[in-house]
């Protein structure tokens, strides 16, 4: 994985002055995903972390764990009673998402580590947005943070896109399809590129 961040960090470099001068700055990437976890826990961890701040999503995922004594299985999600997962932190709509996911696993709709790795990322992200709650974004995370895919772009995420608007010096930040577009020069790493992005200086 080492070799394949730095033969990552060059082909970036060579784009262009602006992200050679970034990734000098930065450094080497350090990027770690933990490909420990199931799809299903990856998920849930994701739906946990919609919409906040890193610190405030490990806290809940935390209490969650401290809750259940481990991570819970789906069966012992869906079990769960609703004040207790409130008291974890989680808002009504993330129970519901959670819950959903979890009767995803079950059922087979949320695949296992072994069925993933069967799969193209467009694939799974088409499968898995079907359940409520859990959009592209969500997905993205999942593959870039547990499955280690090296080509992902989350053209939605807040910290990508403005990271490329301050690399870049633009009045506005790029829309996603635009991003996506900017992106397509940075294949195959481009969840490398996004790893650097999250760190250009403010």
């Known amino acids: 994985m080492l070799q394949n961040y730095q033969q990552a960090s060059t082909f970036l470099s060579a784009i262009d002055s602006d992200w050679a001068h970034l990734i000098a700055s930065v450094g080497e990437c ?24 890193i610190k405030a999503a490990a806290a809940i995922t935390q209490k969650l764990i401290d809750y259940f004594g481990a991570f819970p299985t789906p069966q012992q999600l869906l079990a769960a009673p ?21 009767s995803a696993a079950i059922n087979g709709v949320v695949p296992s580590t072994i069925e993933v790795q069967s799969m193209t990322d467009e694939a799974l992200i088409q499968q898995l947005v079907t359940l409520k709650g859990v959009g592209r974004w969500t997905v993205e995370m999942m593959l870039m943070f547990t499955m280690a895919r090296m080509d992902i772009l989350p053209a939605d995420d807040f910290g990508v896109v403005h990271g ?8 506005v930040a790029p ?8 992106a ?9 590129a996004s790893w650097y992005l999250w760190r250009v200086p403010k």
Not at 175 to 182: L, Q, T
């Open 82 to 102: 609703f004040d207790d997962l409130r008291a974890c932190g989680f808002s009504g709509r993330k129970i519901e998402t959670i819950q959903g996911v979890a």
């Open 175 to 182: 829309k996603a399809k635009v991003m996506r577009e900017i």
């Open 164 to 171: 490329y608007k301050r690399l870049k010096n633009l009045e």
């Open 30 to 53: 350090t990027f770690k995903p933990d490909p420990a976890q199931e799809p299903y826990e990856a998920l849930v961890r994701a739906v946990a972390g919609q919409q906040l701040h």
């Open 184 to 192: 397509t020069i940075w294949q195959p790493y481009r969840t490398v």
